[in-house]
């Protein structure tokens, strides 16, 4: 209770004490001021826990041990503040290091998600493009396996028709025979007598009844048989080399017609792809030159014929320009109708590898055009 009283009177003198001592003045007590400045610093004292009732004015050693103690505990406090002041700040500093650390691979990882959201995005577009391309590839694949179908059907149908157009020339090979045979026979006839008459006047010669004129006859018919056959297989060799050029110089023509630096279009409004053969079942534009000569024929030459005309018709205008402008890059060119008509002879020449298509002295092939 009387702690109480004390405490409470304590309290009341320290509000009522003059707080000018610690509004930041140099001196706090003074010879005027001493006892007021005990009274608070006892009651400071006691709010922080020290050891309470100092008697600075008394020389009891029991007083001065105390107030002694409280001095060390103050200091000892002094330096705990001290030591916990440098561990906060210590503390303080390392966690602002760890913090700068953070926030450093806080934005290191900001921009490693950032590339790997580019990243992300580039393989989804990838992706999809990959997408599109194997859709793409998947279609073309389909027109090609549907391409190879008809191309089968339309193979068998063309084995058909050579099958009949074997037969046919099986019959013939046999009718073939059968004419050689009765021309032989007629022959054989024609020179028996004189075989006769032969072994009368040369009755000496007695193994010519020993001969075999039938071993003889075979070998004859074999020999013309094996004349015939290879004349057909140079016939069938040479048209397979004329069917050849006439592909190539269809394409070598096609691709003349085409380049940005060949003729004009016609003035008729056909075009050139108007000019190619129409295609056949089989792939290709240029399978018209399988067909056999008597259903291609009249195509092919009115291709060819049409293309010349073209070709014609360029080197004209190109002459004429020549001559209006009278200075053309390759000399003044006359065109005549026998020249034309060479152009033909000229791309032979070129196809065997005897010299650039030309017609005198003027490429008809663009440059670096093979």
Not at 102 to 116: H, I, N, P, Y
Not at 138 to 160: A, C
Not at 329 to 349: A, F, M, Q
Request: charged share 30%.
């Amino acid at each position: 209770m009387a702690t109480m009283e004390r405490s409470s009177s304590d309290a009341g003198y320290m509000g009522s004490y003059d707080t000018s001592y610690t509004s930041g003045d140099d001196t706090f007590a003074d010879v005027h001021n001493l006892d007021h400045c005990i009274k608070y610093l006892n009651q400071s004292l006691v709010t922080f826990g020290f050891p309470s009732g100092l008697n600075l004015y008394s020389s009891d050693p029991a007083s001065i041990v105390r107030t002694c103690n409280c001095i060390y505990s103050m200091i000892q406090q002094r330096q705990r503040d001290i030591e916990y002041r440098e561990a906060a700040n210590d503390t303080r500093q390392r966690l602002m290091s760890d913090m700068a650390r953070l926030e450093a691979k806080v934005e290191r990882l900001t921009d490693q998600l950032v590339s790997k959201e580019r990243e992300l995005q580039a393989i989804t577009s990838k992706e999809q493009k990959a997408s599109a391309t194997s859709r793409a590839q998947i279609e073309r694949l389909q027109h090609e396996k549907d391409e190879f179908q008809r191309m089968v059907i339309s193979t068998q149908q063309v084995k058909i028709q050579q099958m009949h157009e074997l037969k046919k020339k099986e019959k013939e090979y046999i009718k073939l025979q059968e004419r050689l045979n009765q021309v032989l026979m007629e022959k054989k006839k024609e020179s028996k007598a004189g075989i006769e008459i032969m072994n009368l006047l040369q009755k000496e010669g007695r193994q010519r009844g020993t001969w075999n004129n039938k071993k003889a006859d075979a070998d004859f018919y074999k020999m013309i048989v094996d004349a015939y056959e290879a004349k057909k297989q140079e016939l069938v060799a040479e048209n397979s080399d004329l069917r050849a050029l006439l592909r190539s110089m269809q394409g070598d023509m096609r691709d003349f017609l085409n380049s940005p630096s060949g003729p004009m279009r016609p003035a008729t409004g056909t075009s050139f792809h108007e000019l190619e053969p129409s295609p056949t079942p089989l792939t290709g534009q240029t399978d018209v030159f399988d067909l056999p000569f008597h259903m291609a024929r009249d195509q092919i030459e009115q291709s060819l014929r049409a293309k010349m005309s073209i070709i014609k018709a360029s080197l004209m205008n190109k002459h004429m320009s020549e001559q209006d402008n009278s200075s053309g890059e390759y000399g003044n060119v006359r065109i005549t109708k026998k020249d034309t008509s060479s152009i033909g002879d000229e791309y032979l020449l070129h196809r065997k590898g005897l010299g650039p298509l030309q017609f005198h002295g003027v490429p008809l092939v663009p440059t670096g055009y093979h």
